[in-house]
């Protein structure tokens, strides 16, 4: 693991744990349907013993019981179901008592793979027990209309003493995220908060440190690319001499929390390189579209992924947005030379995506790949976040604009891509954080009709759900919005923190624009 020495002793010792016959063995033997639920599992004694017992029993035990053994050392976690308390209640209410629910206290710490909290805050739900970096920003904008701000910010001060502790800012709290991100929301999450505070100088003056920690995560190594050494982790030196960014993960094994999933996948599709495979699958994580077909070569199968052959869209476009916030934050504390260094930076990005990314003849942004030298077929709702950052033309963003009309707009919302595949970032699904994109991209470019039935549209898939059920979920199929959502490696959650948040941003967005 790289920088492991950074990490803590428990970090470290929960890696470890990873690496060991005993976890392996575990997460093979098919003792649990999920394996993240067995990364994690609290031991109940120091793990060293633990290994050390398991290493004596399976030598000197003659009827060696593994499952029975994972009992007596581990104590599992739950998943807890989220059970409407009253059935009365209407979807706003019901959003406010779950925020009660998915709400955790500052961590005390246990020998676990989580990585301990200093600061309250809100987790998904479902098998997603720990606070989660992109989902976070949705959340908090229904904490933000639920009048409970104090809560999101210590969200964002958890981010931070991650980042500071950890060197970035992990994919969530736990050991096994440690070696990714995911889309950077740390500068819009500090923007989203700013209108909350009463002394708006102290507190850019407070983050802007973080958010340019996380700019700098992000550019590692740009410095170094060279026409012959093009690529270094996140970075990648285009043709043209600009760079943009892509994901990454700095490990290339089978991700512990699917370490079975993994194995049995790279073992089925004969994949010719492992590492490669493990390590794209990592980097699709990297992204929070696990999976998708805009990652695999083969839009039918998850072993062509190959993320990191990818210039995404949206990355580049939440970089160029982290660039302007960066420029504008250090206009706004008289640095000057900062914040014209940021806007050249921003200004260089926006060239290059649109010299690499924007297709005329189609009208619409797609992702670039590395080994074809052109756009991807896929068309995604990741073409909408250049509207949410302004990067574009009023005449670029009608453009995109009638794609979304034409292409992406379904009876209960906006379908995530045009590929109807297993993956669950796929048709017929839609996502709570892509519709927030694509509004409020729509609206900063005056398409407020296509906006607010896209809103509507959402708003009552959601609220169907809810009244037949009594249940919010991570995902939904917009397509037939009568049949519930699926694909991908687990069953639909629910909960579900972006989706509250959303939903209640977007009512409150509607009740002021009407």
Not at 420 to 429: E, I, K, M, V, Y
Request: hydrophobic content about 40%.
């Amino acid at each position: 693991m790289s920088h492991r020495t950074n990490y803590s002793v428990a970090a470290q010792e929960s890696l470890t744990f990873f690496e060991s016959e005993l976890f392996k063995q575990v997460q093979l033997s098919g003792i649990f349907s999920d394996s993240k639920t067995f990364a994690d599992a609290i031991p109940r004694r120091p793990i060293k013993e633990i290994i050390a017992l398991y290493q004596t029993e399976t030598k000197h035990v003659a009827a060696f019981n593994l499952a029975e053994f994972v009992e007596q050392h581990f104590t599992l976690p739950e998943n807890n179901e989220i059970i409407v308390e009253d059935s009365s209640a209407d979807i706003e209410q019901q959003i406010n008592a779950l925020w009660q629910h998915l709400a955790k206290p500052a961590d005390s710490g246990d020998a676990s793979s989580l990585l301990p909290l200093n600061h309250p805050y809100v987790v998904p739900g479902g098998r997603f027990r720990e606070i989660y970096y992109w989902d976070s920003y949705f959340t908090a904008q229904g904490l933000i209309v639920a009048k409970q701000a104090a809560l999101a910010k210590s969200m964002l001060d958890n981010f931070v003493d991650l980042q500071a502790n950890y060197g970035c800012i992990p994919n969530g709290n736990r050991s096994y995220y440690l070696s990714r991100s995911q889309p950077p929301i740390l500068g819009l999450l500090v923007d989203l908060l700013l209108p909350e505070q009463q002394q708006t100088e102290e507190f850019l003056a407070q983050y802007i440190v973080a958010i340019e920690r996380e700019y700098h995560f992000w550019m590692q190594g740009s410095e170094q690319l060279t026409a012959h050494y093009s690529e270094h982790r996140r970075v990648v030196r285009m043709p043209n001499g600009c760079v943009l960014n892509r994901y990454w993960d700095d490990q290339a094994t089978p991700r512990p929390e699917s370490y079975r999933e993994d194995i049995e996948l790279a073992h089925q599709s004969h994949v010719t390189c492992h590492t490669d495979f493990y390590r794209n699958i990592r980097a699709a994580c990297e992204s929070g579209w696990d999976f998708s077909s805009r990652w695999l070569s083969d839009s039918q199968s998850l072993a062509s992924i190959c993320t990191t052959r990818i210039i995404p869209v949206d990355l580049n476009s939440l970089l160029y947005k982290t660039e302007m916030l960066l420029a504008s934050y250090y206009r706004a504390l008289n640095e000057t030379v900062n914040s014209a260094n940021y806007l050249k930076k921003a200004e260089i990005r926006r060239q290059a995506m649109l010299g690499y990314l924007w297709c005329d003849n189609s009208g619409y942004f797609f992702d670039y790949h590395l080994d074809t030298h052109r756009q991807t077929k896929v068309k995604s709702l990741a073409g909408v976040l250049p509207l949410f950052v302004d990067l574009v033309s009023e005449a670029q963003a009608l453009r995109v604009a009638e794609a979304v009309e034409q292409d992406f707009l379904q009876p209960g919302g906006l379908v995530t891509t045009l590929v109807a595949s297993h993956q669950q970032w796929d048709a017929p699904n839609g996502w709570a954080p892509l519709q927030w994109f694509a509004v409020q991209g729509l609206l900063n470019y005056r398409h407020d009709h296509l906006a607010e039935t896209v809103i509507e549209r959402w708003q009552a898939t959601v609220a169907h759900y809810f009244n037949d059920s009594g249940k919010l979920m991570e995902k939904y199929n917009v397509c037939q919005p009568d049949i519930v959502a699926g694909g991908g490696e687990y069953n639909v959650q629910e909960g579900f923190g972006w989706t509250n948040g959303v939903y209640q941003a977007f009512a409150h967005l509607s009740r002021h624009v009407q």
